[in-house]
């Protein structure tokens, strides 16, 4: 008896927050407009159901998009519906990173996009998924390579990170500034770690870059580069790193350090 009270009290809420949460009114032109209240007047009337409205606004999240999308491809209220339902259930993550690439792409809004990921990463300091979001916007919109890197090796440190994001990193950087100054700044990173989890990182930044090149070389030439040495020859690496614990060598087409 009480499951089915408490049924009824939800479906209730649902009426009142479509009621009055997704207001339509016609323009002259025959558009509409969503008028949506904030997530603090929301959570005001969930009742401890925060969760089950937001998988609801994200349904009509989806309704509103999908009518624009068919019509005038004009998206004026979904930063907010979908500031509102991260407001509700911060951690719902479709929300940022779908959300995200719907206003870059869609609503043509990278400084939306870039307000709803930060919001996200402070909401959800653990997820690769933010930030790696925020470098592949970087790399597909704005094609600032250093900054789509930066978050790109951000995302890649957080636990349980694919290894792409690493990739990712290391190919946006190279990409954007050329191998001398990506071997430079792989070499800077790992001078200034001070974390065995960050040298680590530093070395497998300036191994994937060589590895990068030399299978560019076999490519280009049709056989393996003989060494690094030649390589460098041959320009395409501009010298052969040397950190504190040896130097980056190649053999039988893997890098080493010796």
Known sequence: MKRVLLLIVLIGLLVIVEITCFEWIPRREGE????FPSGKFLQGITLGFDNLFA????????VYFGGHRMTDRK??????????LTDLDSRFLPAYTIGSILLSDDVKRIDLSM?????GMLKNPDSW???FLKGFIHYLFTKNYREASKWFLISSMKENAPDMTFKFA???????????VALKLWLRFYNISKSELMKEKA????SKVLSDQAFRFKEDRGYSPRSLWEMVEENYIPFIPRIDIGEFVLKEDKIIIE
């Not at 307000?115 to 919001?119: D, G, I, S, V, W």
Request: no cysteine; hydrophobic share 50%.
């Open 75 to 84: 998206y004026p209220y979904l930063y907010h519906i979908l500031d509102v």
């Open 32 to 35: 509409e407009l969503l008028f």
């Open 55 to 62: 998988d609801f606004i994200w349904i009509e999240a989806g």
């Open 115 to 119: 307000k709803l990921l930060n919001k």
């Open 129 to 131: 998924e933010i930030p």
């Open 170 to 180: 290391t190919w946006t950087l190279i990409a954007g500034e050329g191998v001398d």
């Open 203 to 206: 070395i497998k930044g300036i």
